[in-house]
């Protein structure tokens, strides 16, 4: 049985979450080799076995994505010099077309006070991200890979995934520790919740802010590698 720790990041929800709280010029940073050695050092862990991001990249066909999708496999190549690792799934596009006659519609709205081109959410839809996710953490918990899971995720879609884990768990008659972390603010309306079923680990604007100013390292997580080691 391997001790250490798993991180997992729900890629597109804690950037989302990350921009909520923190604004888009932390979030863009993305610095999840940092945040991955803090949660694992957090739970008490002096070993990451491994880092991954699941996450849909844009695609640079569509049109008006090449410029995003550019930019998050430049971040995610640097992350993977640092050990993490990308799993991708996919983005679903569809059209807005209209109601009565089908005929397409734009996308994008022009504010009549600036006339900055807005684009309208909901043009595309990630898929499968939950399922590779889940399957990350379950082949890891039979094969006992881990015996810490940080998932970095406020989705309350993986509450029966948490579920599951611990009976697989329970079954091998092991020690283990279920996590979610999450950034936290004190704005208005923003929901501040752990995944059903794990202990909440809360990432405030101090905090996160040394994983931005923190320099990235070539170090890899994996068996045998400390935690005080891959944070540089």
């Given at each position: 049985?391997?001790?250490?720790?798993?991180?997992?990041?729900?890629?597109?929800?804690?950037?989302?979450?990350?921009?909520?709280?923190?604004?888009?010029?932390?979030?863009?940073?993305?610095?999840?080799?940092?945040?991955?050695?803090?949660?694992?050092?957090?739970?008490?862990?002096?070993?990451?076995?491994?880092?991954?991001?699941?996450?849909?990249?844009?695609?640079?066909?569509?049109?008006?994505?090449?410029?995003?999708?550019?930019?998050?496999?430049?971040?995610?190549?640097?992350?993977?010099n640092s050990g993490v690792r990308h799993v991708p799934a996919k983005f679903r596009y569809s059209n807005m077309s209209c109601s009565g006659?089908?005929?397409?519609?734009?996308?994008?709205i022009t504010c009549p006070n600036c006339e900055r081109v807005n684009p309208v959410a909901g043009r595309r839809k990630e898929k499968g991200?939950?399922?590779?996710?889940?399957?990350?953490?379950?082949?890891?918990?039979?094969?006992?890979?881990?015996?810490?899971?940080?998932?970095?995720?406020?989705?309350?879609?993986?509450?029966?995934?948490?579920?599951?884990?611990?009976?697989?768990?329970?079954?091998?008659?092991?020690?283990?520790?279920?996590?979610?972390?999450?950034?936290?603010?004190?704005?208005?309306?923003?929901?501040?919740?752990?995944?059903?079923?794990?202990?909440?680990?809360?990432?405030?604007?101090?905090?996160?802010?040394?994983?931005?100013?923190?320099?990235?390292?070539?170090?890899?997580?994996?068996?045998?590698t400390a935690v005080g080691t891959y944070t540089g």
């Amino acid at each position: 049985m391997t001790s250490g720790c798993l991180v997992l990041v729900d890629g597109w929800n804690h950037y989302l979450a990350t921009r909520a709280c923190f604004g888009p010029n932390v979030a863009r940073n993305f610095p999840i080799d940092r945040v991955a050695a803090h949660v694992a050092a957090e739970a008490g862990e002096g070993v990451l076995t491994d880092v991954v991001v699941v996450m849909a990249l844009p695609d640079q066909k569509q049109p008006g994505e090449e410029p995003e999708f550019l930019t998050w496999r430049k971040r995610l190549r640097g992350l993977h010099n640092s050990g993490v690792r990308h799993v991708p799934a996919k983005f679903r596009y569809s059209n807005m077309s209209c109601s009565g006659c089908g005929g397409a519609l734009d996308r994008k709205i022009t504010c009549p006070n600036c006339e900055r081109v807005n684009p309208v959410a909901g043009r595309r839809k990630e898929k499968g991200a939950d399922i590779k996710l889940a399957a990350l953490a379950l082949n890891g918990a039979w094969r006992q890979d881990y015996s810490t899971l940080v998932l970095l995720s406020q989705d309350s879609d993986f509450g029966p995934l948490v579920n599951q884990l611990k009976e697989v768990h329970l079954q091998q008659g092991r020690r283990y520790a279920l996590y979610s972390a999450f950034p936290v603010c004190d704005r208005s309306g923003h929901e501040h919740r752990a995944v059903p079923g794990t202990r909440p680990m809360r990432l405030d604007a101090e905090t996160y802010g040394t994983f931005v100013s923190r320099p990235r390292t070539s170090n890899r997580p994996g068996k045998g590698t400390a935690v005080g080691t891959y944070t540089g």
